[in-house]
């Protein structure tokens, strides 16, 4: 709701009670960061501390980095490319062909698509590695997810 990835966004969440709904997008990601980064320093540093983190997080300076980026990417234009073209300049190893994204390799790796078909929602297969694939996988974490908030919910269901 009211573009939750827009630096410098500052909106009210209806669904959130009054004490929780004003949202500041800034905050949000500086916050998720630094617990981001704490999780990841903790577990390269088996034993040490959320407050020891928190010293290594202040001396790499992330945060005023993180905001520099922020306000670059408001100057630039709020489009994704802005974006990552600022967060880049953070981390360059971004740059690697090892991060690379692509939002649709699992599925192309698991599925082919057949433009021969006659029924239009029989046009895509599973190829032979299908079944294990990180396509495969994931679509069955969704619907075990889907079925866990069910069953959670159901009580509240069953009451309205």
């Excluded at 905050?27 to 928190?54: C, H, M, V, Y």
């Excluded at 300049?89 to 062909?97: H, Q, R, V, Y």
């Excluded at 032979?128 to 509240?156: M, T």
Aim: aromatic share 14%; glycine share 4%; charged share 35%.
């Amino acid at each position: 709701m009211h573009d939750p990835d827009k630096v410098h966004n500052q909106w009210i969440d209806t669904r959130l009670k009054n004490e929780y709904a004003d949202i500041d997008n800034d905050k949000r990601l500086l916050e998720a960061a630094k617990a981001i980064f704490t999780r990841f320093w903790k577990f390269n540093n088996p034993g040490k501390s959320d407050q020891q983190a928190g010293v290594e997080y202040d001396q790499l300076n992330l945060e005023a980095h993180l905001k520099d980026a922020m306000d670059e990417t408001y100057f630039w234009g709020q489009n994704e490319k802005a974006r990552i073209k600022a967060y880049k300049k953070i981390c360059g190893e971004l740059d690697m062909k090892k991060y690379k994204y692509d939002s649709k390799a699992w599925r192309h790796d698991a599925v082919e698509k057949r433009t021969f078909e006659i029924d239009l929602f029989d046009r895509y297969w599973a190829k032979k590695k299908f079944k294990g694939s990180h396509w495969h996988l994931f679509q069955e974490a969704v619907k075990a997810h889907r079925d866990l908030a069910l069953n959670k919910f159901k009580p509240l269901f069953e009451t309205l």
